[in-house]
């Protein structure tokens, strides 16, 4: 379960992880596209940082908070997944005080059909739309006793070792073809760094 406290209390963790991350995410995204991952996502955390004393006290309007702080991060095309992805599940939990495991798979659903038309990409062409596709099936298979935050880990982990010999077919990675088999695509890595810095501290 979700809610605004519970976002709240993540959003900083969240924050920090994408400044540890910018490094290595910059460094990934340099094998296969403009090494700017990491820097546009170390921008988006701390802009999201600057609006944390004021955000909202519902949770609508703290994604909505938050997608309009990375939206203000140039650099990257994911940044503004990002903050699509954001509004997306801004508006899918218009007026709801919580998201419960089902209402949070279903949202995820509609953030991938969102970003695909917005990206041109589809699942299977091996970007965080897969990733995210992962976690939203892990999200409807387990139990209500399983944490979220382990949940949403270990899918998108085994997505990024599912899709990691297969080669990129959208975005600037796929010019690189078959040179793309055997390694990471950033965007699944960004989403599984993201997902990680939610452990409980």
Same mark, same amino acid.
């Given at each position: %379960? ?9 959003? +900083? @963790?969240? /924050? ?5 991350? *910018? +490094?290595?995410? !910059?460094?990934?995204? #340099? @094998? ?5 991952? #990491? ?15 004021? %955000? +909202? ?8 908070? /938050?997608?309009?702080? /990375? ?15 954001? %509004? ?35 699942? #299977? ?8 596709? *992962? ?21 998108? $982990? ?9 080669? !990129?077919?959208?975005?600037?990675? @796929?010019?690189?073809?078959? $040179? ?6 950033? #965007? ?5 760094? %993201?997902?990680?810095?939610? $452990?409980?501290?």
């Amino acid at each position: %379960m979700i809610d605004a406290a519970r976002l709240h209390e993540v959003l +900083p @963790r969240w /924050c920090a992880g994408l400044h540890r991350a *910018a +490094p290595e995410l !910059n460094e990934i995204d #340099g @094998r296969l596209g403009d090494a700017d991952l #990491g820097a546009t996502l170390d921008k988006c955390a701390t802009l999201v940082e600057a609006a944390l004393p004021e %955000m +909202p006290a519902s949770l609508d309007g703290t994604l909505r908070r /938050c997608a309009q702080a /990375c939206a203000k991060a140039s650099g990257s095309s994911f940044g503004t997944l990002l903050a699509v992805a954001l %509004m997306t599940a801004a508006k899918g939990s218009a007026g709801a005080e919580r998201l419960e495991r089902a209402a949070l798979a279903a949202l995820l659903g509609d953030i991938v059909q969102t970003l695909s038309a917005r990206g041109g990409a589809s699942l #299977g062409d091996k970007t965080v739309l897969d990733g995210l596709e *992962a976690i939203r099936q892990a999200l409807g298979r387990a139990g209500d006793d399983a944490s979220l935050q382990q949940t949403a880990e270990y899918a998108a $982990r085994a997505a990024l070792d599912a899709f990691r010999e297969l080669p !990129n077919r959208v975005g600037r990675a @796929r010019m690189f073809a078959e $040179r793309t088999v055997g390694l990471d695509d950033p #965007g699944m890595v960004a989403l599984l760094r %993201m997902v990680q810095s939610l $452990r409980p501290a």
